[in-house]
């Protein structure tokens, strides 16, 4: 039984292994035909820090401020999604299609957001990065990549850190 993959979420944390994984991704879009919608999460502002800055600024002041980093952090993460794209287009699939059909850039948690983004899209394929956290907990697999798996309704495919 083979599967139809013909969306591919791919997930990027904007860590130096990005790169590998966008590569992955669009390696396998190009051996499925598939379409690749990028998505990076910022992790939501913890609300025991925010209670004091609000306390402090004031909470429309903070509310104002914190909306204003979010618009430039999209901006920013978009632009560098974007050039990452270009350069592995033009360094390691010269004269492939471009596959990335959008870009998605939400602020939350970023283990729900993945999974909401891949029911909502109808993704075949979840596709991300995996970091080291030392000798102990969560050695080859961040819990956010051990949390999609376990919760996700299509494969996922794990890429390693570089260099492991």
Request: charge should be negative; hydrophobic fraction near 45%.
């Amino acid at each position: 039984m083979s599967i139809q993959v013909k969306k591919i979420l791919c997930c990027v944390a904007m860590r130096p292994s990005s790169e590998v994984v966008l590569l992955r991704a669009l390696h396998e879009a190009q051996a499925h035909d598939a379409q690749v919608q990028v998505m990076h999460v910022i992790p939501s502002f913890d609300a025991a820090m925010a209670t004091p800055i609000m306390s402090f600024m004031g909470e429309e002041k903070f509310r104002k401020l914190a909306e204003e980093h979010k618009q430039e952090t999209t901006a920013l993460i978009r632009k560098e999604i974007e050039e990452l794209n270009g350069r592995i287009l033009r360094e390691h699939l010269e004269g492939s299609v471009d596959r990335i059909t959008d870009i998605h850039v939400y602020e939350g948690d970023p283990e729900l957001e993945i999974l909401n983004m891949a029911d909502h899209l109808k993704a075949d394929m979840i596709v991300m990065g995996t970091h080291t956290k030392g000798p102990t907990q969560y050695t080859f697999m961040g819990s956010v990549a051990r949390k999609v798996i376990k919760r996700a309704r299509v494969p996922v495919l794990l890429v390693p850190p570089v260099g492991h």
